[in-house]
C-alpha cells in the first residue's frame, strides 16, 4: 500500500500533512465533528459546507439499532449519513468504558465496520481510565495489544486505526505506541484521555501524548481521541496530534454553552456575541437565547469557532509561528500554562523534530524563554571558543576596535556572535524591558561561555 500519511510542513513537532483515504484526501490538523447517527444535530451535508472535511460517527451505535444496521449494510455508511466525504468510525470502545460493558465482540465490530464501507475503522480497545493501578492498566493493555495484533493480521481495502493506551504510566504508553508502530495500523490515536481533558489536567495530558509519540515515532498520523475543545488544539497539534474529534460542539450546546478559543462560557450569563460566524451575525444575544433553533444555531457557532481554530493551526504551522499561539492559548487558563511548561520541558525532543526555518519571533510573555531555539542556544553556547580581548555588549554600535571579538547581548539569549545578529532566532523582537526569566537565562549563558573560555578576558557592558 502506498504511503498514506505525507508530511508537508512542520514547526515544534506539529506538522501540515494529507492524509488520503478511499474517499478523498484531507489535510491535517483536522477536525472531525462527531456525528449521531440517530439525531444528528447538524445534518452531515451541512457540516460538508461548513468546512468540515470528515466526520466521524460511531459503528457501535448504527450495529445496535436494527433498523440502522440494516441500512448501513445494504446502502453503505455514506449514503446512511449523507456525507460523500471520508468517514471515520469508532468501534464502541469509549461505550465499554461508560457503561462497563458491551453487547458485541471486538471481531464482529470491525467485520461491521468493513461491511459498511467506513473510511477508517478502529479495533475495539480498551480505554483505560488514569490513575488506575499499574496492574490494571498493564492487564488492559495486554488485552488491546492482542486485539490490535488479530485486527492487524486481517486483510483489508480501507484505513485501519491502531489505538495507544497505557493510562497516566508514560513508560507503558510508550510501549503502546512502539507496539503499535510495529503492526503498521494507518492512524494511531492516543485514546483513554478524555477524563484528562475534562478534568483541565493538561500537564498530565502532555506526558501521556509526548510518551506515545515517542514510542509512536514521527512520521505517522496520530489522532487525540475525544479532543474537541477548541481551547487545546494548539497545544496537541504542537505534540504532534494530527487529527481531533469534536463531540464538544454539540454536546456544549446541549447545555446551553458557548465555546471560545479561550475556554466556555454560560449563553445565558453573556451579553454579546463576540464572534463573526454565520450564527453569531445572524442574531443578537437576546434573540439566540430566545430562538426555538438555539440548541442548533449553538451547536453551529461552537463547530465554526472549532474550525476556524483549526485553520489558525494550520496557518501557525506553515509560518512557524506555533509556539507564538501556544504562549497566547495557554494564557486562557493556569492549567494550560502548565502543560505548556511541561511541554517546554521535553525541548531535547520537541527540537530534534522542530526543524521548521523561522522567520523573526516576538518575546511577549516569559514562557517565551521555554522556546526550543532558545534552551538549543542554551545547550550550544559553550562550543564558542573565544580567545584574547572578548567584548559583550549590549550596544550594536558599540567601538570594538580594542577588542580581540565582540559579541552582542540579547535577553533570553545572553552573548551571541554579532555576525548572527540578522539571522534566526536572534533577530528576535525582545521587549526594551527584559522579564526575569530572560534575564535569568541569558546570565546562565554568559556564565557558562566565560567557564568554556577560561583564557579569555572579558569587558561586559550590559545595561
Ligand atoms: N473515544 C474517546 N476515547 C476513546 C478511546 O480511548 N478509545 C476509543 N476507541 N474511542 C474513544
Ligand atoms: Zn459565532
Redesign the pocket.
Known sequence: MPDRFEILHKDLAGRIGRLSTPHGNVETPLLMPVVNPHLPLIPPEELALMGAGMIITNSYIINQDQELRIKAIERGLHDLLGFSGPIMT??G??QL?VYGDIDVLPLEILDFQFAIKSDIS?PL?I?TPPDVSRERAELELNTTEMRLQEAASLKREVLLAG?V?GSTYPDLRERAGRFARGLGFDLY?V????PLMEAYRFRDLVDVVVAAKKGLGSGVPVHL??AGHPMIFALAAAMGCDLFDSAAYALYAREGRYLTVHGTRKLAEMKYLPCSCPVCQKYTHQELVDSPQREKELARHNLYISLQEIKLVRQSIREGSLWDLLEARCRSHPRMLDGLKRLGREGQWLERLDTASKSTFFYTSQEASLRPEVLRYARRIGRISLEGEVLITSDPAADSSRFDNMLLYKPPFGPYPRELAETYPFNAEVPEQADSAAKEQAERNMRELMTANPEARFSIRIE
Open positions: 469508532d468501534s470502545a469509549f468504558s478502529v480497545d480505554p489505538p493506551q490515536p485514546g483513554g484521555v478524555v481521541f475525544g
